[in-house]
């Protein structure tokens, strides 16, 4: 039975904020602004400062990995809790760096908390919500990663004025008290929910969802130079310092919180699959103008289009999945896939960055222009899907149902409406 109750209907929407906010918001994008410091503290050299921020990604991927087998075990609803308490160990364990091996260690379990979270919490959470509201109930769950990263850029810069050390344990501090404002609001699974693998896999497989797996591996290759780099490149490559670094991050959190509900209100009015054209575009125009821009006007409104683009694609993604694939099941099935395909380019994207990173001395522009290629790339997977497609007629995708034939996955017309997604 679905939750009908506003209260009912808002608690667990809430806890998925909070933990989209925690494992995401704050345990990946908390740790940007931090970068400066960590090199000037000398806690580590900038070599390393960067590999340990690529754990993260990795940890991401393999939590993605493990979130469903896990929930399996012990449910979504402990899983979710479980995972929240380690992304809080986490922040209280890095207030001490015992060496590159604790630290690397610890970065790597937020990953893994936060892609499991990843996996997990749109399906625990969007079975409750009627039809209608999912477009909405999907954005304010992942405004929360919107929120992590404003919070970020305006909460980190006080509490380093504490100390390095202070920073770490408030920010503990703040992911406990989330944890436990969200702790009695998780809803109980489902069940149906738990379908086998194998009964999910026997069914074909729309080609757009192997379409979307693509794209959404390239938008994550596309969106960590700006994640990972952007106050660094303010601060150190521009030569603005620290401060106006930590300006530009608060207009990234900006743009991160309007993300989820723009795009997703694009997805509603436009249908998902017009909506990532749209974005893609605009994301690889202010990739590359940012590879040019020094003035803090234009570095403040590209952070906010870049800062929409991390957590607004993932409700994005997700309507398309819910376009695609009518069951329940597989969605869930699906939206598992997908994260992986998303945590594996991430994980790999933040490496050769980071690696091309030091080996060019720090050459921040190139970056940038890699990274608008790759979203250029996720653009075009769609264009050379659509000329196969036409140049192989017999080679066509059936119909979801007898009402809606026109909506496959590599037809030219427009996808139905996100708000008409069927319930899960």
């Known amino acids: 039975m679905r939750t009908s109750s506003p209260t009912g209907l ?45 754990a993260n990604l990795v940890g991401y991927l393999i939590g993605a990995l493990l979130g469903r087998p896990l929930a399996r075990q012990l449910s979504n609803k402990t899983a979710l809790r479980i995972m929240m308490l380690a992304v809080t160990a986490a922040f209280f364990a890095c207030a001490f760096p015992l060496s590159v091996i604790w630290f690397f260690a610890w970065r790597l379990l937020s990953g893994i908390a936060g892609g499991a979270i990843m996996v997990l919490v749109a399906a625990t959470v969007l079975p409750h919500v009627p039809a209608a509201r999912k477009g909405l109930a999907s954005g304010a769950i992942f405004l929360g990663i ?37 702790w009695f609001g998780w809803p109980a699974d ?42 660094d490149y303010v601060a150190r490559g521009l030569g603005a310092g620290a401060h106006v670094g930590a300006l530009v991050w608060v207009m990234y959190g900006l743009g991160a919180i309007v993300g989820p509900v723009s795009y997703g209100f694009l997805a509603d009015r436009f249908g ?25 006007l234009a570095l ?13 694609i993932v409700p994005l993604a997700l309507a398309r999945v819910h376009e695609l694939l009518p069951e329940h099941h597989r969605q869930q099935l699906a939206w598992s ?8 380019f991430q994980a790999l994207a933040g490496f050769a960055y980071s690696a091309l990173f030091n080996a060019t001395g720090g050459h921040h522009a190139l970056l940038f222009v890699i990274a608008a290629g790759a979203i250029g790339v996720a653009l075009l997977l769609e264009q050379a899907a659509i000329f196969w497609k ?35």
């Open 300 to 312: 403040a409104l590209l952070a906010v289009v870049l800062g929409s683009f991390p957590p607004g």
């Open 272 to 296: 998902a699959r017009r909506s990532i054209r749209l974005v893609l575009v605009v994301q690889a125009i202010a990739l590359g103008l940012l590879a040019v821009a020094h003035s803090f």
């Open 146 to 182: 919107g929120l992590g990263i404003a919070g970020s850029g305006t909460l980190v810069p006080p509490l380093l004025s504490l100390g390095l050390q202070d920073t770490w344990l408030g920010l503990g501090a703040l992911s406990l008290l989330l944890t436990a404002l969200s």
């Open 390 to 424: 036409h140049t192989n007629p017999c080679r066509r995708e059936p119909a979801r149902d007898s009402h809606s034939p026109e909506n496959t996955a590599l037809t030219v017309v427009a996808p139905s409406r996100a708000s008409s997604l069927p319930q899960g």
């Open 10 to 54: 808002w608690l667990p929407i809430f806890a998925g904020l909070c933990a989209s906010l925690v494992s995401i918001g704050l345990a990946r994008f908390a740790y940007t602004p931090l970068i400066p410091a960590l090199i000037q503290a000398q806690w580590f050299s900038a070599n390393d400062v960067v590999y340990l921020g690529a």
């Open 337 to 344: 896939r997908a994260t992986v395909s998303f945590a594996t």
């Open 190 to 231: 489902l069940a149906h929910a738990d379908v086998t693998h194998d009964a999910a896999a026997a069914q074909p497989t729309p080609p757009g969802v192997y379409l979307l797996f693509g794209q959404y591996a390239f938008m994550a290759a596309g969106l960590v130079p700006a994640m990972v780099f952007l106050v």
